[in-house]
């Protein structure tokens, strides 16, 4: 049997087992996620590359480890920490396509008086990234609603180029839908952080716990306010395209570990 059919078999294994114990897929390729039975009625101390790993208890209370690989991750073996004791897992390759976008100059090569705002931006955008709250901490895993409706322009893990010019792999998926649609919050969380930004236009983050963080851009109105604790399906904005945008869409971002991950592995397999 060829070694790719092989793997596909693998994955949709491990993706109908995730659903059946309500995890998010696993997927152990850049970009993806590692869900491991840590084989412990306890929460441990656990951390992959320096930060705190989501902990989820099953059914019959044994926690599993969900791990956000990074997109710059090569192939091959990883350690992961379990009580100060190293583990490994294994991250198969995994080839992403490249598009060419035109967009207006200044957001391919901003001015130089905006790049003190678009350094504060990035710094209000780290610490939401980072943030590991006990949110949700004894709450099971419910699979993602998609947060709009739309075909998706833009898949995760794209290697855009702007103007010619190479730019950081897409960390997100683009929802192309009509301006001023809806967008809902995909699960239960906290809204910890709101503006315009210059590249992301009107923004909103939402700390959904365990360092599980979604952010959402180019929205043309926010309809929730910083700080406001919100329910899978609330409204939180309308589509728009501000910001860093061809056009009307939703950009959506999956955080975990602050690592940028494959927000289709979090929804349910029908919802596509």
Known sequence: ???????????????????SLNFPIDSRVPGGIAVINLE???????????????????KDDNYWAIIGIPLSQKPGYV???VNGKEKKFLIENKAYKEQYLT???????????????IQKESRLSKKAFTR??????????????????????????????????????????????????DIIAPADGEIILTGNFFFNGNSIFIDHGQGLITMYCHMDTLEVEQGKMVKAGELIGKIGSTGRATGPHLHWTVSLNNTRIEPLLFLAPDSL
């Open 1 to 19: 049997m060829p070694k790719s059919l092989i793997l596909s078999i693998s994955l949709i294994m491990l993706s109908t087992l995730s659903h």
């Open 132 to 181: 590991f709250s006990e949110i949700n901490q004894d709450a099971a895993f419910n699979a993602f609603l998609l947060p709009s409706h739309g075909p998706i322009s833009s898949p995760f893990g794209l290697k855009r180029f702007f103007n010619e010019q190479p730019r950081r792999p897409h960390s997100g998926i683009d929802i192309a839908a009509p301006r001023g649609a």
């Open 40 to 58: 412990t009625a306890e929460k441990v101390q656990a951390e992959f590359q320096g930060k705190k790993i989501w902990q989820i208890k099953d």
């Open 103 to 117: 967009v207006k100059r200044k957001h391919s090569n901003p001015p130089a008086d905006q790049i003190k705002r």
């Open 79 to 81: 350690n992961f920490l």
